[in-house]
């Protein structure tokens, strides 16, 4: 599919979004896309990267005549270069954001074994040494980096540089590392990291089960209404860090046999009603494609007649806990308790083969799971439910995380548990 959004306008909307959730400062970072006339469009050098416009993004043409009214980033020599060197990358990404800054201080690269879909978008990361910013010798040393292979390269000392086939591409893979990089330092803060063993691999990449079609008729004003508050909420989670552009489902249950439910691959920040996919009797709309989740979504509806709305989240410090083998304890604060009950636990493995068997572990007592090295999976009797049970869910998590560096978490006691059971009639 051809791309019809001008490549100026591409590289204003990714900074704005990479500015505001400050993975690069006013003057850090540096973006790219190579037209198919071989012109590279770039991010100025000393322009306000919180307030770009499409007028100061500059066009490097094959010649190397430059127009607009800046001067290209300082660093176009190593996009240049990587261009030359990979011919099937069409967009570069090169940023500051801090997780990633740590890894490349620490001259190490993140582990994308931590979960199947950043080691299936990022693969293996590679490593630049150091090189005086802006020169010929860094771009050398990157642009070998990916000659090698690699679709993302830390830089000693300096960042990170993803490529891709396209922008969105090349985005999902920026956003998916740097949630890597954080999911890591926040869980190495609980303990030791679990990373994902080939045999566990090889499981999340067989193909998924294929659905039968069926043609849907003119959408009814209740199902309107609901694709438009689940897209607010998928919306919503993005804006709050719980989804990723390209990772998170949401579902929505419509009536006893059908549900509405996020696309694969469509990015969670501009969802629209249209992008959802509607699931009735196991079988998909036609022309679409549904979450990965979409039968793990259809075992919990069929087994929970009361629950409405169900959620496949990727907020970093709830999935902290899912990657390492500390607890998560809801005993924080009455919120906390009373809105997720115990977090259950779940085996990895259980997202591809076994559906059924957490259907049945979620109960009024577990409405909460963290599955290992995957996801935080949330269940509620209403879209707004869910997305309150999931913010309180990564608030607590948060909050734990944080608790370690000042001293013991204190839960609350038993007899006060039991004032709260009694209380909210669990």
Known sequence: MHDLIHPAERLVEAMARIYHYRMTTTSGGNL????????????????????????????????????????????????????????????????????????????????????TKVHTLCGEVGFAPYALPGSEKLGERIADVFAAGHDCVMLENHGVVVGGRDFPDAFRRFEMLEFAAKTIVKASALGPVRYLTNEQLAVSERPAPVMEEFTSGPYSSEERALRRELCDFIQRGYQQRLLLSAAGSFSARLDEDSFLISSELVDRATITPGQLVLVRNGKREAGTRPSRACQLHRAIYARHHGIHAIVNATPVNATAFSVSAAKLDTRTIPESYIFLRDVAELPFAWVYDAPEKIAETLTSKFPIALVENDCALVMGKSILDAFDRLEVLESTAEAVILSRSIGQVRPMSESVIMELDTAFLF
Request: proline share 8%; glycine share 4%.
């Open 32 to 115: 790219s896309i190579r037209d198919a006339d071989g012109s590279i469009w770039i991010t100025p050098a000393r322009v306000d990267k919180g307030a770009l416009r499409s007028e100061d993004i500059v066009q490097v043409l094959p010649d190397q005549t430059v127009e607009g009214r800046h001067k290209p980033s300082s660093e176009y020599p190593f996009h240049k270069k990587i261009y030359e060197k990979r011919p099937d990358i069409r967009a570069i990404v090169h940023a500051h954001p801090v997780a990633l800054v740590a890894f490349s201080i620490c001259g190490q690269t993140p582990n994308t074994r931590l979960f």
